[in-house]
């Protein structure tokens, strides 16, 4: 048994930055892939970023703005997000899996949300323009 921990989220001007942390307890050793998703109000759950297999994926709409980083010593997955959008505001999620990923994934395969079987409560972020 895998448990996130969110936090780091709140409020912020369009412009700023953040960063949003994820610390995991239980059987972490067995996680494979790690990542953030979103949903906004009336929205769908989005992946945001995603890491496994040694590569990260990130979606269009943050590539170059949001980096996904680890630190295994802390057990702790953290987004960094940079040059706020108003479009980034949302309920983010962490979310972590133990099914390895193959050679073969894509971005569309990597933040499928059913391919992740332990999710945080999430933590709000809110930019304001």
Known sequence: QVQLVESGGGS????????LSCALYGYTSSISKVGWFRQAPGKEREGVAVAGGGRSYYADSVAGRFTISQDNAKNTVYLQMNRREPED?????????????????TFATMTNPNRYFYWGQGTQVTVSS
Not at 12 to 19: K, M, P, T
Not at 89 to 105: G, I, K, L, N, Q
């Open 12 to 19: 912020v001007q369009a412009g700023g930055s953040l960063r």
């Open 89 to 105: 505001t949302a309920m983010y999620f962490c979310a972590a899996d133990f099914r390895v990923p193959s050679m073969r994934e």
